[in-house]
T-cell receptor, first 113, second 112 residues
Framework: DTAVSQTPKYLVTQMGNDKSIKCEQNLGHDTMYWYKQDSKKFLKIMFSYNNKELIINETVPNRFSPKSPDKAHLNLHINSLELGDSAVYFC????????????FGNGTRLTVT | QKEVEQDPGPLSVPEGAIVSLNCTYSNSAFQYFMWYRQYSRKGPELLMYTYSSGNKEDGRFTAQVDKSSKYISLFIRDSQPSDSATYLCAMSYTGGGNKLTFGTGTQLKVEL
């Protein structure tokens, strides 16, 4: 009955590989987000989707491509992984994109070696 | 200078103490203010959500917003060891697409 669930929980991969992270929410929300948390715990938004439409696209390298097949799912595909991509990636959701609070998943810890 | 500044701590207090956590910010457009709690290896969990200036209380937690000083606080009364976590302030503004700007978090340890 997890509200926002992400898979996998841990991801260890080598530089240059391509990987995907999946996110699903069962809260009935229509807006979903990807945030990146670095080693100093700083959380920064990457993308947001509202009803499958891209709303926020921060200055993220083109190697990162989000996809929202429906409003309950938001995936993140990363091409040509680099050492600096190592971080914890959090998916979140909210009802609408007008300042309603976000509900976060438990994160995907990505380690690039 | 970051838009939102937060002392990273760590802050160590004895059980039962009153804890005060603070953030300052520079963008006067921020109108919505949140506090999240994050346990180790978990996602941020919403604790408090306030709009504009004023106080909000929920159980042992009180959030205060002073927009004139660009300063927000979270008070925890009768702190418990289970309150040991990282506390993140976050804020957003109208028309920003619900983009949250976070502080770096304050690590709190409540000791027996």
């Amino acid at each position: 009955d997890t509200a926002v669930s992400q898979t996998p929980k841990y991801l260890v991969t080598q530089m240059g590989n391509d990987k995907s992270i999946k996110c699903e929410q069962n809260l009935g929300h229509d807006t979903m987000y990807w945030y990146k948390q670095d080693s100093k715990k700083f959380l920064k938004i990457m993308f947001s989707y509202n009803n499958k439409e891209l709303i926020i696209n921060e200055t993220v390298p083109n190697r990162f491509s989000p996809k929202s097949p429906d409003k309950a799912h938001l995936n993140l595909h990363i091409n040509s992984l680099e050492l600096g991509d190592s971080a914890v990636y959090f998916c979140a959701s909210s009802q609408g994109d007008k300042n309603s609070p976000l509900h976060f998943g438990n994160g995907t810890r990505l380690t690039v070696t | 200078q970051k838009e939102v500044e937060q002392d990273p701590g760590p802050l160590s207090v004895p059980e039962g103490a009153i804890v005060s956590l603070n953030c300052t910010y520079s963008n006067s457009a921020f109108q919505y203010f949140m506090w999240y709690r994050q346990y180790s290896r978990k996602g941020p969990e919403l604790l408090m959500y306030t709009y504009s200036s004023g106080n909000k209380e929920d159980g042992r937690f009180t959030a205060q917003v002073d927009k004139s000083s660009k300063y927000i606080s979270l008070f925890i009364r009768d702190s418990q060891p289970s309150d040991s976590a990282t506390y993140l302030c976050a804020m957003s503004y109208t028309g920003g697409g619900n983009k949250l700007t976070f502080g770096t978090g304050t690590q709190l340890k409540v000791e027996l």
